[in-house]
């Protein structure tokens, strides 16, 4: 929907992709569908839901086996975001190193985001600054 040509929506780490495609064939899924919702300290959520049939209007990125689809809604906020997948001595889990947050709260856990008119006014073709 809000696609770049030639540049993918997001990137994935090769753990990432590693973790992703690991899980996919466990369960039998087609895919991970990444979003936002309301929610937290700081306003917003990711979202991260398998999916086993592909919704026409998810932005699809494929890499090394793993499958993400970004929800409609979420397409604007998460462009230029890179997954990871961190693993240490207390915790493990999916990181998303996002461009477009502005402010995380102490937990990590939510994040707030530019409202989708100053997001879009950030480049003059409408697009959020991926740099």
Request: net charge negative; with cysteine.
């Given at each position: 929907?809000?696609?770049?040509?030639?540049?993918?929506?997001?990137?994935?780490?090769?753990?990432?992709?590693?973790?992703?495609?690991?899980?996919?064939?466990?369960?039998?899924?087609?895919?991970?569908?990444?979003?936002?919702?309301?929610?937290?300290?700081?306003?917003?959520?990711?979202?991260?839901?398998?999916?086993?049939?592909?919704?026409?209007?998810?932005?699809m990125v494929e890499?090394?086996?793993?499958?993400?689809?970004?929800?409609?809604?979420?397409?604007?906020?998460?462009?230029?975001?890179?997954?990871?997948?961190?693993?240490?001595?207390?915790?493990?889990?999916?990181?998303?190193?996002?461009?477009?947050?502005?402010?995380?709260?102490?937990?990590?856990?939510?994040?707030?985001?530019?409202?989708?008119?100053?997001?879009?006014?950030?480049?003059?073709?409408?697009?959020?600054?991926?740099?």
């Open positions: 929907m809000f696609g770049i040509p030639g540049k993918q929506a997001v990137s994935i780490t090769p753990r990432a992709a590693k973790q992703i495609a690991k899980l996919m064939a466990k369960e039998g899924h087609s895919g991970l569908r990444i979003g936002v919702k309301k929610g937290g300290c700081a306003g917003m959520e990711y979202t991260m839901d398998y999916v086993t049939e592909t919704d026409p209007h998810d932005e890499q090394d086996g793993a499958v993400v689809m970004i929800a409609p809604m979420a397409q604007m906020f998460l462009f230029g975001t890179e997954i990871d997948y961190e693993v240490s001595l207390l915790e493990s889990g999916f990181k998303f190193n996002n461009p477009n947050v502005t402010e995380a709260c102490g937990c990590g856990e939510s994040i707030k985001f530019d409202d989708v008119e100053t997001l879009a006014a950030k480049r003059e073709d409408g697009i959020p600054n991926l740099s």
